[in-house]
């Protein structure tokens, strides 16, 4: 027996210099103990391949932190972020979101993140959540540029989608007071009421932008010639009202609609 102990601590003696040569944890897995923990991933790459706008090197270097359970809170947040950013420049929305949302779970207090979601609710057309979201950045930090802006400008939005909304279907002039069959057909046509209205703005807004007084009156000239060639054209035989109210508004507006 006493020589089976010798052996034994024999046998440690040897093997103690190879398990103190191991990295930290390997020893306790050499020796048939727990499995080695798992290395906290390098933040680093990720970070540079999302900022070198490098798919390719960032789609791995971003999932080894994120998806590894060892990662710093801090860590797996900047992570989410840039690869976020990344995914949202490759027109990648929806993944884009769902890192951004991510973030947000871990850290409600980032105005950026809050901005930048937004603004991928808005490019994918919802607009209540955009408004949401650029609402809870200005709630973080009311001096929040983009946010502003944002906010702002949907704010137009909502509000001039609510001004069509209130004159749809009626055109420019009052149905009420419609003499003329044009004018009554017209009326009685919710598109054709809208292409009136749409062609007596743009034919405002060209008198407006006009480069001085004659000009202006020039321009007014034409839209008072179009509408008398309305009237004298409507109900004779070829002649299309729709046709020559949609001419007269891509005329208005210019080839490209501007």
Not at 112 to 121: H, I, Q, S, T, Y
């Amino acid at each position: 027996m006493r020589s089976f102990s010798l052996i034994q601590m024999s046998g440690v003696a040897l093997l103690l210099p190879a398990l103190l040569a191991l990295p930290p944890g390997a020893a306790h897995a050499a020796t048939g103990g727990e499995p080695a923990a798992v290395p906290q991933a390098d933040i680093a790459p990720c970070l540079a391949a999302a900022a070198d706008d490098d798919m390719d090197k960032a789609t791995p270097a971003c999932a080894a932190v994120i998806d590894n359970e060892k990662t710093a809170k801090p860590d797996l947040i900047k992570a989410l972020i840039a690869r976020g950013a990344l995914l949202a420049r490759h027109d990648q929305t929806d993944r884009a979101i769902a890192d951004d949302s991510r973030a947000l779970l871990l850290d409600p207090t980032l105005a950026d993140v809050f901005n930048a979601r937004g603004e991928l609710w808005l490019k994918k057309g919802d607009k209540p959540k955009a408004v949401q979201d650029f609402g809870a950045a200005l709630k973080i930090d009311p001096n929040h540029e983009k946010a502003k802006a944002n906010h702002k400008a949907m704010a137009r939005e909502i509000e001039r989608i609510g001004a069509q909304m209130a004159v749809a279907g009626k055109p420019s002039f009052n149905c009420g007071s419609a003499h003329r069959p044009v004018e009554k057909t017209i009326c009685a046509n919710r598109e054709l009421a809208d292409l009136d209205r749409e062609v007596y703005a743009a034919n405002a807004r060209v008198i407006q932008e006009a480069r001085n007084a004659a000009e202006a009156k020039s321009l007014q000239r034409e839209q008072n010639e179009f509408i008398a060639r309305r009237n004298a054209g409507f109900g004779r035989p070829g002649y299309d009202l729709k046709k020559a109210m949609q001419d007269r508004l891509q005329k208005l507006n210019g080839v490209d609609g501007y």
